[in-house]
């Protein structure tokens, strides 16, 4: 039986912020600069260098021709280097920003702190070196990096706190490192209402209500009138589930506020985001009931819709959002993706192409390429890929990637195949990209070379949990060493245990060593959390075994409509006696 790897290994085509900040940090200003490549090809050879500007011009040259190479990590030893001969600032933030291209995080610390020496003002030199100092576990540097934030800002000590916690908040992996460099920040201004509400901003953002509650009504103690410090208050209630108290407050929040339409639609996003729909939606139609064109609240209640899969209703949102001039970029991106889950491609792309601005530009080209491929336009979309990375080099790779799979969804394997050898060719070390291939492998039923590559990321990182939950599934799909995909899923599941696809993984494994009633138990917790066709498919090949046909075809029926060229699950149902 085929896999569900369109779930398993899919890399998505969404461009968000997530993406923007896998370069590890992703300066801007001068910064950005270092990230425009030059043109030449070869390597200059030093010539008699007399003066110390000489000097500096050569590692300059030097530098840009390896960034035209896309050699950042020796580009920004170049920079480096002509720092010696001529210290300037914009050459320290060039260094930094190609270092941090490089993902060479000690080059970009030192570069960055390079960069802070020559311009003592920058607040961006700043906000890189913390973030680097708290991952190299440098927590005095850091702290001493933030102490000047708050105290330099220039729209004053609660601005400087705010940026901190929002600098800090970005970095998840240190969260308890983050949290106590805050307190100890908040030690030193005890008197200060902005200095708890960074605090309670920090903890909300790491999950810790308990500590988020305690700095909002820390805040508020201090200024009893702060509609900033009740927001927190109401956030940490929400987080916590108290949403009666979180009522109470925001009642005296609404009461006689000219901006009460504004803290209504914040608080129902607060409450979507604890998965208390019900009520946002009521706040939401409160709003447009009083102002029928508000496009913040027809955004929110359609893209609420739209995640219930209440597909018309969401269509019905957006095309009340699509009339209005300022927001038909972002109402014609949805509409877009509605039509996608109608499996309407055609229509599909007529809206992406009307998306030319916004937040969702840059999503909306990449989806509008992978529209083209399912029209068999491969030629176009290709075409339209290549201009993407020319256009945004440092997002490259990640174009690249979304062009693989693009091609692996036509069935132009051979093409995928060639685009994924080609890159690692220049990039042999990159994760993504033999992730990427195996799953090519996989469908060229090449079992042992998809084997290979994901057992080569392991090798590097034996606790990938993406690349040992592929590696178990497959096993587990592919061949009878059901001991080793038991293993390889159960060390993913114990990583992510609330993954569906994950989940689902598992449910094979135990399908496929005869545990039905496990089986069925995983694969219903994996369709309810992703209702994913190909789950649906598992579910109903262990539906059938355990001799519920009525259940399993109630199931592919609903699915079909869903997804109706869905292979797998077409395929299984065909194998189960369906038509």
């Keep these: 039986m085929s896999a569900p790897f369109s779930l398993r290994w899919s890399l998505g085509l969404s461009f968000g912020l997530s993406l923007l900040s896998s370069c590890a940090l992703t300066p801007s200003g001068d910064a950005r600069a270092a990230l425009e490549p030059a043109a030449s090809d070869a390597q200059p050879q030093a010539p008699a260098l007399d003066t110390p500007e000489e000097r500096a011009q050569f590692h300059v040259m030097a530098g840009e021709m390896a960034a035209g190479r896309q050699q950042p990590q020796l580009a920004a030893r170049e920079f480096l280097q002509a720092l010696q001969y001529s210290p300037d600032a914009k050459l320290a933030a060039r260094a930094t920003a190609l270092a941090l291209a490089a993902k060479d995080e000690p080059l970009a610390l030192e570069a960055a702190n390079k960069w802070l020496q020559l311009d003592p003002t920058s607040l961006e030199a700043r906000q890189i070196i913390t973030r680097l100092a708290l991952r190299a576990g440098r927590d005095d540097e850091a702290y001493a990096q933030c102490a000047a934030i708050v105290?330099?800002?220039?729209?004053?000590?609660?601005?400087?706190?705010?940026?901190?916690?929002?600098?800090?908040?970005?970095?998840?992996?240190?969260?308890?490192?983050?949290?106590?460099?805050?307190?100890?920040?908040?030690?030193?201004?005890?008197?200060?209402?902005?200095?708890?509400?960074?605090?309670?901003?920090?903890?909300?953002?790491?999950?810790?209500?308990?500590?988020?509650?305690?700095?909002?009504?820390?805040?508020?103690?201090?200024?009893?009138?702060?509609?900033?410090?009740?927001?927190?208050?109401?956030?940490?209630?929400?987080?916590?589930?108290?949403?009666?108290?979180?009522?109470?407050?925001?009642?005296?929040?609404?009461?006689?506020?000219?901006?009460?339409?504004?803290?209504?639609?914040?608080?129902?996003?607060?409450?979507?985001?604890?998965?208390?729909?019900?009520?946002?939606?009521?706040?939401?139609?409160?709003?447009?009931?009083?102002?029928?064109?508000?496009?913040?609240?027809?955004?929110?209640?359609?893209?609420?819709?739209?995640?219930?899969?209440?597909?018309?209703?969401?269509?019905?949102?957006?095309?009340?959002?699509?009339?209005?001039?300022?927001?038909?970029?972002?109402?014609?991106?949805?509409?877009?993706?509605?039509?996608?889950?109608?499996?309407?491609?055609?229509?599909?792309?007529?809206?992406?192409?009307?998306?030319?601005?916004?937040?969702?530009?840059?999503?909306?080209?990449?989806?509008?390429?992978?529209?083209?491929?399912?029209?068999?336009?491969l030629d176009e979309a290709r075409t339209l890929m290549e201009e993407l990375r020319e256009q945004y080099p440092p997002l490259s790779e990640r174009f690249l990637l979304a062009e693989g799979e693009i091609l692996l969804d036509a069935g132009a394997y051979d093409q995928a195949l060639k685009l994924y050898d080609q890159a690692l060719q220049q990039q042999p070390d990159d994760d993504d990209l033999r992730y990427s291939r195996s799953l090519v492998y996989e469908r060229m039923n090449r079992i042992a070379d998809a084997e290979a590559d994901l057992r080569a990321i392991l090798q590097k990182s034996p606790d990938d949990a993406r690349a040992l939950n592929a590696l178990g599934y497959t096993l587990a799909v592919?061949?009878?060493?059901?001991?080793?995909?038991?293993?390889?899923?159960?060390?993913?599941?114990?990583?992510?245990?609330?993954?569906?696809?994950?989940?689902?993984?598992?449910?094979?494994?135990?399908?496929?060593?005869?545990?039905?009633?496990?089986?069925?138990?995983?694969?219903?917790?994996?369709?309810?959390?992703?209702?994913?066709?190909?789950?649906?498919?598992?579910?109903?090949?262990?539906?059938?075994?355990?001799?519920?046909k009525d259940e399993a075809r109630a199931l592919w029926t609903k699915a079909q409509k869903d997804d109706p060229d869905n292979p797998v699950l077409r395929d299984t149902i065909k194998r189960l006696g369906g038509s």
């Design 151 to 377: 105290r330099d800002h220039p729209g004053g000590i609660g601005d400087g706190f705010r940026m901190v916690a929002l600098l800090l908040a970005q970095e998840p992996q240190k969260q308890q490192a983050a949290l106590a460099l805050m307190q100890k920040l908040v030690a030193q201004y005890p008197k200060q209402a902005g200095a708890y509400q960074a605090q309670s901003l920090l903890a909300l953002s790491f999950n810790q209500p308990q500590l988020a509650e305690s700095a909002a009504r820390s805040a508020l103690a201090l200024t009893p009138k702060s509609k900033e410090a009740s927001l927190l208050l109401v956030g940490a209630l929400v987080k916590k589930g108290d949403i009666d108290a979180a009522d109470q407050v925001m009642d005296g929040l609404l009461r006689d506020n000219p901006d009460a339409d504004t803290l209504r639609l914040g608080y129902a996003r607060l409450l979507i985001d604890a998965d208390q729909r019900a009520r946002a939606r009521v706040l939401l139609e409160k709003i447009l009931k009083r102002d029928p064109k508000d496009a913040d609240a027809l955004y929110t209640l359609g893209t609420l819709t739209l995640d219930e899969r209440k597909i018309d209703g969401a269509q019905a949102y957006f095309e009340r959002l699509a009339q209005m001039a300022d927001h038909r970029a972002d109402a014609e991106y949805f509409l877009g993706r509605i039509a996608e889950l109608r499996h309407q491609p055609q229509q599909a792309l007529e809206h992406y192409e009307k998306v030319d601005r916004g937040a969702q530009a840059l999503d909306a080209e990449v989806r509008r390429a992978a529209m083209l491929g399912k029209l068999g336009r």
């Design 478 to 548: 592919h061949t009878d060493r059901l001991d080793e995909a038991d293993r390889l899923v159960s060390q993913a599941l114990a990583q992510t245990p609330d993954d569906p696809a994950v989940i689902d993984s598992m449910g094979w494994v135990r399908f496929r060593e005869g545990r039905l009633q496990e089986a069925l138990s995983l694969l219903q917790k994996a369709y309810a959390q992703f209702a994913d066709p190909e789950v649906a498919a598992h579910l109903c090949e262990v539906l059938w075994n355990l001799g519920q």
